[in-house]
């Protein structure tokens, strides 16, 4: 059983603070201890000002971007300049503003066809940096897994009761939810196997859901981030106030 931990922080700006120190020190320490930092990015509006901050002097100065390698959780099916990639934003956030090499960042290519796309990003992921020495079940092992919660319980591209949800042998799928249009997502056993997954979740409106995923009945079908769970790694929540408003104080015992 994973070990989980809540923060609930004042506001947006300071849970996109938090979020870029948890970065900062991560990069440090896996810099250290192995010589490479991995890190899966997710999309979305949330870890937006998380990213921006990473690029400003303050955070930047920290991380060792040379050993940083990025990938992707989850992207939309488009070309990079679309305004929907989830790579397309994190580069305007910040990859295009710190002197990370550009052969350390490995992008879902959504442009390309789907089934190809998958299969290729599995072939990334099953080679070093991912792809750590150590791994006796030859999975990736990414250091730093960040994610977010949409209002139906999804996380990366993990749509409830989507065939993605089922899988236990690829590593990255097609999938789709209702209305979305295909996706490339990492499956369970990446998200599983990763160090440390890092939960960014604001605003009122996914608070209810919020409360479900961490102290309700667990119904992964329906509620597929409640299946986030590294064998050997944390999960780490950061919320606002809004976000974290619906949680027991049993599960917030700090706050």
Known sequence: MAAV????????????????????????EAAAARGTFTVALSGGHTPRPLYTLLARQQFAQKIPWRRVHLYWGDERCVPPDDEASNYGMAYEAFIRHV????????????????????????????????????????LPVIDFVVLGIGPDGHTASLFPHSPALAEE??????????????????????????????????????????????EGLRAIEAIPAQAVAPVHGTVTWLLDEAAGSELSKAATPGT
């Open 5 to 28: 931990s809540i923060e609930i922080l004042p506001d947006a700006k300071a849970l996109a603070e938090r979020g870029a120190d948890l970065f900062a020190f991560a990069a440090q």
């Open 99 to 138: 002197p990370i090499p550009p052969e350390n960042v490995r992008r879902m290519r959504g442009e390309d066809e789907p089934e190809e796309a998958a299969r290729a990003y599995e072939r990334l992921l099953s080679q070093p940096p991912a792809l750590a020495a150590s791994s006796k079940a030859d």
């Open 169 to 214: 042998e690829r590593l990255v799928v097609v999938n789709e939810g209702q209305g979305t249009g295909k996706r490339l997502t990492v499956t369970y056993p990446v998200l599983n196997a990763a160090r440390r997954v890092v939960f960014v979740v604001s605003g009122a409106a996914k608070a209810g859901m919020v409360a479900e995923v961490i």
